[in-house]
């Protein structure tokens, strides 16, 4: 096993930071010190300690860390671990809106652009969870948003997700409007199964601005006017990257954490994990909804994803999973 290569004076501090995370070092008694000198901190050391601990706690051991060592923890996490156990904490050292404001950047940035990234992402994203992102996004790459998405994409795709970032989605309301249900389904229908072509404007529009709660009671007052349910609709009027952003649309809304664990399976259920995807979702949720993704997973599959996460990936970097993963139930 490796060491981690720190100093004695870094493992001092990150014994103090993280055996205490809210007190000051200062106050430590002495004889941690010679505790200290027995403990070797590896990279299962690292794991064990950040994954069971919260984004805030983490950033409590690193700003500790910074006043004590006089340097960065995060460069030095980068030094000492590399490959996906090094993707998985750096990312852990981010809060949820950096980590997601980053993982768009990073998917349209240079040539090409990820769409399965910029998708999910955008698409799965509570509105409050998006007003979020668009300020981190500013305050870490000085750009807006909503730009280098119309500067990614184009065509209605581009028009959808950039209504998406405009954050015009009501919220929810304590007062059931069923004229307005019945409205909203009958103009999805009208503006697509029912016509030559599919009037997008018209779906995007309505899945944009309209409350997650709303727009539930819309596809189940859909079916009586559509032979095929919405994500059918989908499948039939729209093609490419705008289907498959629209199908993230409704499957998020239908049920997001059943949406996540049904990405998680594809994207191990094949040999070799697809890693990027389970980081993605597994690191963006961890501080969100993982636990809820964690039941949909075993509900819909009769498998833990603990246990599918065991079968499927390996090494430090299924430890630092299983380790967000948490105690199976
Ligand atoms: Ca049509």
Redesign the pocket.
Known sequence: MQIFPFSVLDMYIMYCTIFSPFSSCLTLKPYRVCLLSLLKLDEQTIIDVLTKRTYAQRREIAFAYERRAKKDMISALKGALSGSLETVILGLMKSTAQYDASEIRGSIKGLGTDEDTLIEILCSRSNTELKEIKNVYKELFKKDLEKDVAGDTSGNFAKLLLALVQTQRAEPSAVVDYEKIDQDARALYD????????DVATWISIMSERSVPHLQKVFQRYKSYSPYDMQESVM??VKGDLQRSFLVLVQCFENKQLFFANRLHDAMKSKGAKEKMVTRIIVSRCEVDLKKICSEFKAQYGQSLHKTVLEHTKGDYQKVLLGLLGQEE
Not at 191 to 198: D, L, N, Q, S, Y
Request: hydrophobic residues 30%.
């Open positions: 503006a697509g199964v029912r016509i030559k072509g599919t039939k009027e």
